[in-house]
Structure formats: structure tokens, C-alpha cells
């Protein structure tokens, strides 16, 4: 275990002798012995021992030690002012942090002062705004096994997001998990902890929270009916387990603001009942099935650059929701990625969408007039979240004031909206009248952030906070009154009423004025010139208005959180406002990029189950590229079910990747219900995008490229069907030519034949054309070049046929390799282009077995020979091979059976 966690060693061992406040640490390191406990002392977070050695040199702070009778123990502290940050770092370095604060002021109880861990915080379970993104969600996740059944749910503690699906294969799951990419997982003791990526910290928690009977109570107390809400076992438990994480994360005091209240809350220490452990805020679970939405695994969600950049390019907003967003506000940035991330399939969905796109396209000053509008839209999803969790101050309630008053004005703008969702929305936006008027009513314009010293309870909302008031002041105007009358009564002209915060109000006299000072004035504090004195009738007022002023504190804390308290009943009222302004918000988003980057309305053509797809762009453009860069050639792009398969040619960066990107986003852009980049689009929904990008475009982490790849190409050879759009790109690269071809060639064919998939395939294996002729729906598409005085010239347009050669060796004499070795380059590539061409065409030519070993690379030179002379002497192994290779099931082999065969049709060629 890590030395920082846990009890240390050097307390452990003697737990009953420690001081009280050392076994108060060491039992808090016990309870939460997952996290690193910081542990308030005064104006500092301490940790101690091992975990103090630990946070000094992480944190760079300063090492100190605490010595007391029973020894002495390293210590370092942060201050609590800055906490923040430091706690950042810690979650970096892959901690998580029990915050255990002071929950009494000192000396108010015989003692030590008490203790508690108020929240829990994890990369996963963030709430804090400093440590989140504003523009995503931050979802924790559970998984759960029910026999065969795998569920995965996600929750979004800071916003109250709850989402919930299952499936059957443990593929389905790890690409829901990839679509969401939770920083954190909750997993029981049977849950494959292999579906995580190495980003993502995986929490095991009490096997208890994951029983289906402990799970579904959690569930219920939070909704009506479970079994209805989710489809499965599996489901209640992943959702009971993560909402007792959630419970469990908050810590057992919830009032976390206030250092002992006086009052009531103060009892909040004793053990708490379920029911006040739950999050209100969390009213909504979504269950869904994966198969409702565009399927996206982890390599298409990276290659086609939906969040985050391809790192060739390098530009931090050069990914597709970086073009797309205009989002003026936070509920709106997080709305556009959730669809981004969740593209649709059914038809009027995506045009209920458009619809409202079309429309807001076409009203500019409607639009921006909403745009501006949205910015002053505070993120309300997260503000009710912590009126909820007892979180908020003030100011949360007056920026929840300020954001309900935008909302008439917002409404007005859709009050003759004439498509549906626009018209719906216009329904959806409650202005909540109600709320707004009472923290209008009780909380003043421009309250402090301290929410126990008053100043917050506008004048006239409370009687008895109206006489307090009035005491108060009353007793001041009496002082400040004070020293007119006492000058005139002792004839002092210099005498003065001042205050001072140990001694409290008195009255000042200079010593040459001593004699005139009358018999009722009490001496409290003598100073080099003068004496202070006070009157009993001015101790008496001074106590009334202390008296009056620290009840009034104490009844506007009591006031504000009753009204913090009504303000959090109205959580779903306020949650369903925030999801209509979130999606007006990403609406006129997509609205704006559409206007701006002349996009059009994509036409969705319904189409019958068991029918594949079609895809008829023209003037396509790649909205990522085209936007980092000059100049950009649209291109059209035309697939139909009896017209699926392009074999892409032509040379290195002449556009081929660009070209299968674009058509796989304009899919999407479409599906999200977006205007997409063309002169006119016409699609139907896809229901998966594939993508294999070249080996060399990729970071393997630990497995060799190879197989990397043919993992990758397996799963699309498994799940593809004639709904799926498939981007390869360079497939077979990651091993030798003629491997590298039989394979790409048998996976072309296997797509074509048995898969159906609408397919882009860019290779540079020039003999792969030859199947766009072979081959029923293939056709061949390729990027022609010009030479221009042995330069290169790029025109990035694509045209039917195949290429005619791949210029590479013409692309390394622009790059200005020298004369000869371009020279040679061109005797090689003359010679492999025979070879290749023999190698490509079909496995019964004669020449394949003299001319094919002669491609491989370095280590075949010495097979080549032996092959050769083999088959000199016996039956052509190689038509053997053939057979075999056509007549192997590749979608049922898994990468290492693939491995495993293609080794053995090497060897049986080299017999
Ligand atoms: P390939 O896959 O053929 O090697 P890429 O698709 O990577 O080529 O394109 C190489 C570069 O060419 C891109 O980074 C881009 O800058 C440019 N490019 C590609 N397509 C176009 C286009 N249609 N219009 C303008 N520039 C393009």
C-alpha cells in the first residue's frame, strides 16, 4: 500500500497513547484509508508521516515535524486559502483527497476540537469549479456483472447527469466507455477492471453496494421503480453501487461551510439515517441502449478527431467540436458534446433537429440576439447541484437570480418559433417566476461570500430580523450620539467615544481633563495622554447591540439556507430550464458554425431495415482542415448499396486520408443534426463508423502495431454490417509487403462479400485497384498528381480510376534528397512495380511464387530462395495457400489465431 495512505505505521502502533487530536488523525487515515486525509489545523490543511513526507515533495512545500510527549512526526501543511490547487495536483499525481475539516469552532466544547471528512474529492466525483471543466461533463463510472449481463453507469456529481446501459459483450460496454471516457470507475470484486483505459482510476468499493438487493434500495430511494426505469440486474446494481459512491464521496458531514454552527446543525455529527445521505439533485436516470445512437469506438472517436486533435497537427482546437462550437454558455458547451458524442439514428430525430437549425440559421439578428442573451447564462446545472448539496452561498442564489431573469427575454426570442423543437423549447422555458421573486425578496443585490457574518437577508423580508436591525442601530445612533452629550455634560471639549475591538466602545479623555471627568465614568485602559473610561448605561447598549447584531447573524444563516432549502426543492424545475437553455444554446450553435462556414442542410433518407446506405455528397469539405489551412478542394463522394467499396490510390499527401475523414464527419455532422460542409449532402443514418488508421499514425501502447492492427481490423471484420461505415486506411502496413497485401486483399474481399459495409480503403498497394475491377460494388477512386519539371504538384482532387504511379520517389526529390539515391530509387521502383503488379493480381498466376517472396522485406531475401527452388521440385504450395486464404473465416479468428494461421501459411509457402 502506499506509504501515504492508510494510518501511519508510527501511529498505529500506539493508537491509545496519542494525543487526542494525533488519534483523531489516525482514525480519520483509518476510515478513509483509499485517500490521502488532510487534516485542518487552524488555517492549514496538515498531513502527517509518510503522507506528509509524500505531499512535501509533490507539492513543494515546506517538511516540518510536531513534537508532543508521545514523539515527534513529520508534518507539512497547505494553506486552506490556496487549498484548491495544491488538491489539483494531488489528483494528478493519481490521489484521492479526504478533506476532514473542523466542524466546530475551538474551545466551544470541552476537548478537541471535532473532526470530520466533509467531501471525498476524486478525479471522477469533482464538484469544485476550479477543478472541472465548465464545457464537459466529468463522469465517474460503475460497472456490474449479472450473469452474461455487463452493465456500465455513469454519473456526473457536479451536474446530476445519470446514465445507465448494458450489454452482452464486453466489446459494446468498453466502446460506451470509450464514448464517455470517465476519468474514474467504480468497480465491485467481479467486474473486469480491463475495461478502463490507463487514464482512467479505477476505485474498487464494498462488494456490499453492489448487491442487487442493497443496490436496488439505494436505486429506490432516489426513484420510483426501478425495475421499470432499467432494463436489467446487471443495470440495478451498477446504478445502486455508483449512487452509494456518490453518497459515500460526500462524507459523513455534509454541512461542510460552516465550522460549528451554534445552532442545531450542530447534531449533524450524529450517524446518519440513508435518506439524508441522498443527493437531491439527481432526478433523472436515462437508460439507453448503445444501439440507439451512432456507435463510435475508441480509434474512431480518435482518428476522426472529435475531441481531441490528431498530434501531427498539433492545434488545440483543430477537432471537429472545436470548429463546431459557438456554445455561449457552459449548459450549452456540455449539451453540444454530449451529441457530438452521441450522434442519432432515427430519422425525425436528427430532423427536428435540422429543423430548428434551419431556422435559427436563417433569422441572423435572432440569432445573435440569443447568442448574447445565453452569455449571461450562469451554468445552472452545477449552481442547483450545490444548493442541493447545502454548497452554495449568496451569490450562487443571486447568480441563479440573475440567469432566471435573462429568461423572459430568451423566451420572447422563440415566442413565433415556427418548427416544433424550437416551438417545444419555447414551452420548456419556465422562467421560474416564483424562485426568482424570492431571492429577489431575501437576498440583497450584492451579497459577501462568507454566508455566516451576515449582510445577505435583504431589508423587509424578516420581522424579527427588521428589529434586530433596529436594536443595532437604534444602540449606534445612542453612541454616536454619546459625545456631543458627554462634551456638553462634562464641559470636555476633546473628549471622544471611540471603539476598539478588545475593550469595546469608551469614552477618551486627555489627561489635563481628569478632574472634569464625572463620579459614573469606570476606568478601563490607561494610555500615555489620556484615560478610557465606560458607563454602565454604555456597557448596556454596547451589549445590546452586540447581543442583537450576533442573533441577526445567526437568524440570516438560519434564513438563508431555508431559503437556500426552497430554492433546492425546486431542483427539477430548475434542472428542466437549464436542459431547455442547454439545448437552445447548442441549437444556435451549430446555427452559427453552419452560417459561418457555409455549411448546408443535409437531406436523411429513411431507409428499410436489412437495406444498406447511401451517401451522396457533393463539394464535400473536411471541416477540421479546411479550417487550419488556406485553401481547401471540396470533393463529392457517392456510395449506394450496389456501389460500396472505394479503393482510394494515390500518393503520400495527396489527400486520401482527408478525403475518407471528411466523408466519415459529414456522416456524423449529419447524425448529430448539423448543417454539414458540402454543396449538398444526402444520407442515410449509419449505425457504426469503423475506422483502421495506418500503423504508423499510431501510438501502440505495449502490443506491436501489428497486432494492434489486426485486433483492430478483427472487431470490424466481427461487427460490421451492411449499416456500418468503414475508414482503412493503410491497412497491413504494420507488417511485410506480401503479407501486408494478401492480408489488406483478403479483408477487402471479405468486407465486399460477406460484411457489406460501405467502405473507404486507401491504400498504396497498387495492385489493390485491380479488386475495385473484380469485384461487383467496388469501384476505384484516386488523387492524380502533376509533375511539373520533376516537382510535384498537389491538386488534392479526386477522380475515378486508379492511379498511375505513387510518386513517391518524385515527393522525395521536392524534399531534396540527392540526385543518385533518387536515381536509384527509380531502377527499385521500376523493378517492385513489376513485382507488386504479379504479387497483387491473382494467387493462380503462374509467376506468384517466383515473384512475391521477392517483395518481402530484409528477412525474406533467404526465403525467397528457398521458396523458389521448392517450388522448382514440387506441387505449387502457393495455390494451396490461396485456397486456404480464401476459404478462412477471418471475422471468427481472434488476433492471435490470425497471428497463429498466417504463420502457418508462411511456413507451408516455405516448405
Ligand atoms: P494522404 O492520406 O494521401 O497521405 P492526407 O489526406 O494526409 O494525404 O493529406 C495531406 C495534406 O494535404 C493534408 O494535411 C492537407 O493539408 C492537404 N489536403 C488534403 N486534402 C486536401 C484538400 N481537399 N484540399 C486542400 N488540401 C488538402
Redesign the pocket.
Known amino acids: 500500500m502506499d506509504p501515504a495512505l492508510g494510518p501511519p505505521d508510527a501511529m498505529a502502533e500506539k493508537r491509545d497513547e496519542l494525543t487526542p487530536m494525533m488519534r483523531q488523525y489516525h482514525d480519520l487515515c483509518a476510515r478513509y484509508d483509499d485517500a490521502l486525509v488532510l487534516f485542518q489545523v487552524g488555517d492549514f490543511y496538515e498531513t502527517f508521516c509518510g503522507a506528509a513526507e509524500r505531499t512535501a515533495r509533490l507539492l513543494e512545500v515546506a517538511l516540518t515535524s510536531r513534537e508532543d510527549s508521545t514523539g515527534e512526526y513529520p508534518m507539512s501543511g497547505i494553506p486552506i486559502d490556496n487549498a484548491e490547487s495544491y488538491i489539483e495536483e494531488l489528483l494528478e499525481a493519481g490521489y484521492r483527497v479526504a478533506v476532514a475539516d473542523q466542524i466546530e469552532e475551538p474551545g466551544e466544547s470541552p476537548g478537541v476540537v471535532e473532526r470530520a471528512v466533509t467531501r471525498v474529492i476524486t478525479p471522477g466525483t469533482l464538484t469544485e469549479d476550479e477543478l472541472l471543466a465548465s464545457d464537459d461533463n466529468n463522469f465517474v463510472a460503475a460497472v456490474a456483472r449479472d450473469g452474461t449481463d455487463l452493465a456500465l453507469a455513469l454519473l456526473d456529481v457536479s451536474t446530476g447527469d445519470f446514465l445507465a446501459t448494458s450489454s452482452a459483450t464486453r466489446e459494446a460496454v468498453a466502446d460506451e466507455v470509450s464514448r464517455f471516457d470517465p476519468p474514474e470507475a467504480v468497480v465491485g470484486p467481479d467486474a473486469p477492471a480491463d475495461l478502463f483505459p490507463e487514464t482512467c482510476m479505477v476505485t474498487p468499493f464494498e462488494a456490499d453496494a453492489f448487491d442487487r438487493e442493497r443496490a436496488g434500495e439505494t436505486v429506490s430511494r432516489y426513484f420510483r421503480n426501478p425495475d421499470a426505469l432499467l432494463a436489467s440486474d446487471a443495470e440495478i446494481r451498477a446504478c445502486g453501487a455508483l449512487l452509494s459512491y456518490a453518497e459515500y464521496v460526500r462524507g459523513g458531514e455534509h454541512e461542510g461551510e460552516r465550522g460549528g454552527t451554534t445552532d442545531a446543525d450542530a447534531d449533524d455529527t450524529e450517524p446518519e439515517d440513508a435518506d439524508d445521505a441522498r443527493l437531491e439533485y439527481i432526478t433523472h436516470l436515462t437508460r439507453y441502449d448503445p444501439r440507439e445512437y451512432l456507435l463510435l469506438d475508441a480509434v474512431a472517436l480518435r482518428s476522426l478527431e472529435l475531441f481531441e486533435p490528431r498530434a501531427v497537427r498539433g492545434r488545440e482546437d483543430a477537432t471537429l467540436v472545436g470548429v463546431l462550437d459557438e456554445t455561449a454558455c457552459a449548459l450549452g458547451g456540455r449539451k453540444l458534446r454530449d451529441w457530438i458524442r452521441r450522434p442519432l439514428l432515427q430519422p425525425d430525430r436528427i430532423e427536428a433537429r435540422l429543423d430548428a437549425v434551419e431556422e435559427l440559421t436563417s433569422g441572423v439578428r435572432r440569432r445573435e440576439r440569443l447568442h448574447e442573451l445565453l452569455r449571461d447564462v450562469y451554468d445552472l446545472e452545477r449552481l442547483i447541484g450545490r444548493i442541493s448539496r447545502e454548497r452554495a452561498n449568496a451569490r450562487d442564489l443571486r447568480s441563479l437570480r440573475d440567469t432566471l431573469a435573462v429568461v423572459p427575454d430568451v423566451r420572447d426570442q422563440l415566442a413565433d418559433a415556427d418548427c416544433d423543437r424550437l416551438r417545444q423549447l419555447h414551452a420548456d422555458l419556465d422562467p421560474l417566476a416564483d424562485v426568482r421573486e424570492l431571492i429577489d425578496d431575501a437576498i440583497v443585490s450584492d451579497p459577501p461570500i462568507e454566508i455566516t457574518e451576515g449582510g445577505i437577508v435583504a431589508e423587509e423580508y424578516d420581522a424579527d430580523l427588521d428589529d434586530l436591525r433596529g436594536t443595532a442601530r437604534d444602540g449606534k445612533r445612542w453612541i454616536d450620539d454619546l459625545e456631543e452629550r458627554e462634551r456638553e455634560r462634562t464641559g470636555v471639549d476633546s473628549l471622544k467615544v471611540g471603539y476598539n475591538s478588545v475593550h469595546g466602545y469608551y469614552i477618551e479623555v486627555t489627561n489635563p481633563n481628569l478632574e472634569a471627568v464625572p463620579d459614573d465614568y469606570q476606568r478601563r485602559q490607561t494610555l500615555k495622554n489620556s484615560e478610557r473610561f465606560v458607563t454602565p448605561e454604555l456597557k448596556d447598549r454596547e451589549d445590546e447591540i452586540v447581543g442583537a447584531e450576533e442573533r441577526a447573524d445567526e437568524l440570516e444563516y438560519e434564513l438563508f439556507c431555508d431559503v437556500r432549502g426552497d430554492v433546492a426543492d425546486e431542483v427539477e424545475r430548475v434542472q428542466g430550464l437549464a436542459d431547455a437553455l442547454a439545448t437552445l444554446d447548442a441549437l444556435v450553435s451549430l446555427a452559427t458554425a453552419a452560417a459561418q462556414y457555409d455549411y448546408c442542410r443535409p437531406e436523411i433518407a429513411a431507409r428499410d431495415d436489412g437495406e444498406g446506405l447511401e451517401i451522396d455528397v457533393e463539394g464535400g469539405r473536411?471541416p477540421v482542415?479546411e479550417r487550419t489551412?488556406e485553401?481547401?478542394?471540396?470533393?463529392g463522394a457517392r456510395f449506394s448499396p450496389g456501389r460500396r467499396l472505394a479503393v482510394i490510390t494515390?500518393?503520400?499527401?495527396?489527400?486520401?486520408?482527408?478525403?475518407m475523414r471528411q466523408v466519415a464527419q459529414i456522416v456524423l455532422l449529419a447524425q448529430v443534426g448539423s448543417f454539414v460542409p458540402a454543396r449538398s449532402a444526402r444520407i442515410t443514418p449509419v449505425d457504426r463508423i469503423f475506422t483502421r488508421v495506418g500503423a504508423s499514425d499510431d501510438i501502440a501502447g505495449g502490443r506491436s502495431t501489428f497486432m494492434v492492427e489486426m485486433d483492430e481490423l478483427a472487431t470490424i471484420l466481427r461487427e460490421a454490417d451492411e449499416r456500418s461505415l468503414v475508414l482503412l486506411?493503410e491497412v497491413g502496413r504494420g507488417t511485410s509487403t506480401a503479407d501486408g497485401l494478401a492480408i489488406a486483399q483478403a479483408i477487402t474481399e471479405h468486407i465486399h462479400g460477406v460484411v457489406g459495409a460501405t467502405t473507404l480503403f486507401?491504400t498504396h498497394h497498387h495492385p489493390l485497384t485491380e479488386l475495385a475491377d473484380d469485384l461487383e460494388a467496388a469501384f476505384a477512386l484516386h488523387?492524380e498528381v502533376e509533375q511539373d519539371d520533376g516537382e510535384v504538384v498537389?491538386h488534392?482532387e479526386i477522380a475515378p480510376g486508379a492511379a498511375t504511379g505513387s510518386y513517391g520517389v518524385e515527393v522525395a526529390t521536392a524534399a531534396g534528397v540527392p540526385e543518385s539515391v533518387v536515381e536509384r530509387s527509380r531502377e527499385l521502383a521500376a523493378e517492385n512495380a513489376t513485382d507488386e503488379a504479379a504479387g497483387g493480381s491473382s494467387s493462380d498466376d503462374p509467376t506468384t511464387d517466383e515473384t512475391a517472396p521477392a517483395t518481402a522485406t530484409a528477412d525474406g531475401g533467404e526465403r525467397a530462395t528457398a521458396s523458389r527452388s521448392a517450388s522448382n521440385h514440387d506441387t505449387d504450395p502457393s495455390a494451396d495457400v490461396a485456397a486456404e486464404l480464401r476459404s478462412l473465416e477471418v471475422a471468427h479468428l481472434t488476433p492471435v489465431e490470425a497471428l497463429t494461421e498466417l504463420d502457418r501459411l508462411r511456413r507451408l509457402l516455405e516448405e
Not at 631 to 635: I, K, L, T, Y
Not at 650 to 659: A, D, L
Open positions: 473536411h482542415v489551412q485553401s481547401f478542394v471540396p470533393n494515390g500518393p503520400n499527401m495527396s489527400g486520401k486520408s482527408t478525403y486506411d486507401a488523387f498537389f488534392h
